[in-house]
């Protein structure tokens, strides 16, 4: 028997289609988006803080376990590797410091008759042991220098009129020039790195540097075995500016106000002392997969999703990094298990990047943007996770130029997620982004990069300091975050229309 449809049942019939198909996507979609659990995700934050990776100090074996197990999550979810020779790791070679014992930093007082009164503060509260500093003992004259800059071509120096040989220098972090915002803060940037800081103390005779850190794990600062290094928290800092009738705050202002040095001998007597052993010998590694897209046109182009892997290490206690950066790398593992179990079949390729020798200096980063197999010019994006995972709130900034980008995050949180969400598309030409940011290597380098933050914190953060343990994240955050990156890049990664 001939069945015929009149025109009114066949455009139902031709309408509902299309519909079916949306209700299919949307239940393969939510198959995975709900497979997303804080259960799990706690679980791998949980992993990355074990004492069997001591820290993940890049350059360690510690650093390398984490790197390999990282690895193995990949391979078991199907997720193909990326790196080097067919690996998951792209490897450098990166010298790491021991820190064989906390050491102390003393003030020494000179009393009228000619004796010494000691004071010795106490870690990491008030002091932190340099994490790259030379081994042995330093007394002397504490001499502040400023943010530590020689910048002859911006006609700025903190060294000029002082004579820092064989002493103490007090340095402070970043530059006189406050404003990234202001295309000028540009000419300022090589001189806000710590590696930057210590070599120009070196280069200067100084023979001991204290940092003001807030007393927190520092193993970016540039290894010399001729400078002892320590990081210093507001106590110490106060204790040498008694009696000088100004305060280190006060000068730094005065210097961001006039962009004039304020260089000085405070006349405090201090001693340094470190234990460190050298490891010429240490390696560090990216660990890189890849989702290849299904697409004979569109595979050849390529989503880059990245986070530092490595934390501070262990300089008497460990800092396990559990915000910095266990809660990046997790949401992105997350994001990547449920992509590679969607029946969604993704266009595009999709590269998940896990950084090694972040927090040593953008090490990693700056090997990948420079040498992989994914051409730059068929590069959709770079998209950097970093600290993502204290607050209620969610936050994506990507340049003005592919702003659009942004849609993809906010359309996930408006019909999946629900959390307020602010962007950010700072305009052209702006400095956007930490100067010490893998984000900024990949900027730099001439990608174009997205940056995904959590806002509203509710807890406290430990910054490069005992107590960034899992307890320090919020993970239904981190949840949610691993959601919108799952519906955000598979959105992207099938979007046609999508040009670059």
């Avoid at 130029?401 to 997620?417: C, H």
Wanted: include cysteine.
């Amino acid at each position: 028997m001939k069945k015929y449809f009149t025109p009114f049942v066949l455009a139902i019939i031709l309408l509902a289609s299309p519909l079916n198909a949306q209700n299919d996507y949307e239940a393969r979609l939510l198959k995975q988006f709900h497979a997303i659990t804080s259960e799990e995700m706690m679980g791998l934050v949980e992993k990355l803080c074990t004492p069997e990776f001591n820290g993940r100090l890049s350059g360690t074996p510690e650093f390398i376990a984490s790197a390999e197990w990282v690895a193995s999550m990949m391979k078991e979810w199907g997720i193909k590797p990326a790196g080097d020779n067919n690996t998951y790791f792209q490897w450098f070679d990166w010298p790491y410091t021991k820190i064989n014992d906390i050491g102390n930093l003393t003030l020494n007082i000179k009393q009228s008759d000619g004796s010494i009164i000691r004071k010795h503060y106490t870690y990491p509260e008030e002091y932190y042991p340099g994490m790259n500093s030379g081994s042995g003992e330093i007394t002397g004259e504490v001499v502040f220098a400023g943010f530590g800059v020689t910048a002859p071509e911006l006609n700025y120096d903190d060294y000029k009129g002082i004579d820092v040989k064989g002493k103490i220098v007090l340095v402070n972090r970043d530059v006189p020039h406050a404003d990234p915002r202001n295309p000028e803060y540009q000419k300022w940037v090589a001189y806000c790195y710590h590696q930057y800081k210590l070599q120009n103390a070196v280069k200067h005779g100084a023979s001991g540097f204290i940092y003001v850190d807030g007393a927190s794990a520092n193993p970016n600062i540039s290894y010399d075995p001729s400078i002892i290094v320590c990081g210093i928290g507001p106590q110490p800092l106060e204790d040498i500016y008694a009696g000088l009738k100004t305060t280190n705050k006060e000068l730094i202002e005065k210097i961001r106000k006039t962009f004039k040095p304020e260089s000085f001998n405070t006349g405090k007597i201090m001693t340094i002392r470190a234990n460190t052993t050298r490891h010429p010998e240490g390696k560090s590694c990216n660990v890189v997969g890849i989702i290849e897209g299904n697409d004979p046109v569109l595979k050849n182009e390529y989503i880059i999703i990245g986070g530092h892997l490595d934390a501070v290490g262990n300089a008497g206690r460990v800092v396990n990094g559990a915000l910095d950066n266990a809660s990046g790398v997790v949401d992105i593992m997350a994001a990547a298990k449920a992509l590679a179990a969607s029946e969604i079949q993704l266009k595009r390729s999709v590269v998940f990047l896990f950084i090694g020798g972040e927090e040593v200096g953008l090490i990693g980063s700056k090997l990948f943007s420079s040498h992989n197999s994914f051409p730059k010019e068929k590069t959709i994006t770079y998209i950097n996770l970093d600290m993502v995972g204290n607050g209620t709130g969610l936050y994506v900034s990507a340049g003005s130029t592919y702003k659009e980008l942004l849609s993809y995050f906010e359309g996930a949180n408006k019909k999946y997620i629900h959390r307020t969400i602010k962007t950010a598309a700072p305009v052209a030409g702006e400095y956007y982004g930490r100067p010490r940011s893998d984000e900024v290597v990949f900027r730099m380098a001439g990608y174009r990069t997205m940056s995904v933050y959590t806002t509203d914190g509710t807890k406290k953060v430990f910054y490069h300091l005992p107590g960034d343990d899992p307890d320090a994240v919020t993970i239904d955050i981190m949840e949610d975050v691993a959601k919108m990156l799952y519906v955000g890049l598979t959105e992207m990664a099938n979007d046609s229309a999508l040009k670059y």
